[in-house]
């Protein structure tokens, strides 16, 4: 039987919550993981560095993507598993990776599932997992706030963007494995490790998580019109088309910018910046998905 620990943001809810969860690792002979609840995704670091001392080799984390993010920044460092419970929000990594939203689902695929190696990135040294940015998107989650969140779900961040879409723009200098790539005004900048984003957005179309790359999309529209058109894309096909829109794929990146701009990870938002030096780092950890056969 595996070492198995879980690691739970307490204030996410999934089915019968996490009493449920324990009774399916119980079903599965899981009798006595090792239990830790926070109640904030940003003290999940210190719970889980004691676990891995332990020797523990799988982690279920239950909560959403910034949980995810928090626990993938350190288990990098280490040779666990990670098995994801989909509590959160938005759940992209588990979404891109075909986890259902449920606990039995999760545990099955933990316990039973493949182990798949992906990538991860880095912006400034902390690790992500989906997608990172700065400007626009770092805004909507700024101001789509956990209760608002709790309340409406997804539509908490289209309420978020909607009040956005007439924010000034910022000028960008980015350099992509070294090379000059941009330079220009844009309202958003988004490192990605997987392809769709929220509310079905496929922001990165061919993204794939363990193809050893970051792929790298720069927004530029101004106004509401021509952020409806880029929207508009990004839900009905790929976003990369838009004429506001300009991307590539690399290996590393680094970002100036004229001023400080909020940036995000994983959904999770950041402090204002002026400077974003991104890579990826490849097969970085290994992830339970569920069984191809």
Known sequence: MKSVAVMAHAGKQLGEGLPALRRALRRRGV????????????????????????????????GGDGMVQR??????????????VPAGTANLLASNLGIPR?????????????????????VNGERFAVMAGVGF????I?????EMKR????????????TNLRREPFEANIKVDGKKWFQGSA??????????????????????????????????????????????????????KSPFVHRTKGRSVLVKLDRKIL????????????RLAVNVQPSAITVCVPASG
């Open 31 to 62: 009798s006595d993981p090792i239990w830790c609840e926070v109640e904030k995704s940003r003290h999940a670091r210190k719970e889980l560095q004691s676990a891995l001392k332990r020797g523990v080799d799988l982690v279920f984390v239950w």
């Open 71 to 84: 626990c993938v920044d350190l288990i990098a460092d280490f040779e666990a598993a990670i098995a994801i």
């Open 102 to 122: 449920s606990i039995e689902g999760a545990v099955e695929i933990g316990l039973d599932g493949d182990r798949r190696r992906l990538d991860v990135g880095a």
């Open 137 to 140: 998107d770092a805004q909507m």
């Open 142 to 146: 700024h101001d789509a706030d956990p």
């Open 151 to 162: 309340r409406f779900g997804r539509t908490a961040y289209a309420w978020a963007a909607a």
């Open 187 to 240: 309202s958003c900048v988004l490192f990605g490790n997987v392809g769709d984003a929220f509310a079905g957005l496929s922001a990165f179309g061919d993204a794939l998580p363990d193809d050893g790359l970051l792929d790298v999309g720069v927004a530029s529209p101004e106004g509401i019109l021509q952020w409806g058109r880029t929207i508009a894309r990004g839900v009905f096909g790929d976003a990369g």
């Open 263 to 274: 940036h995000e990870l994983d959904g999770s938002e950041r402090d204002k910046t002026k």
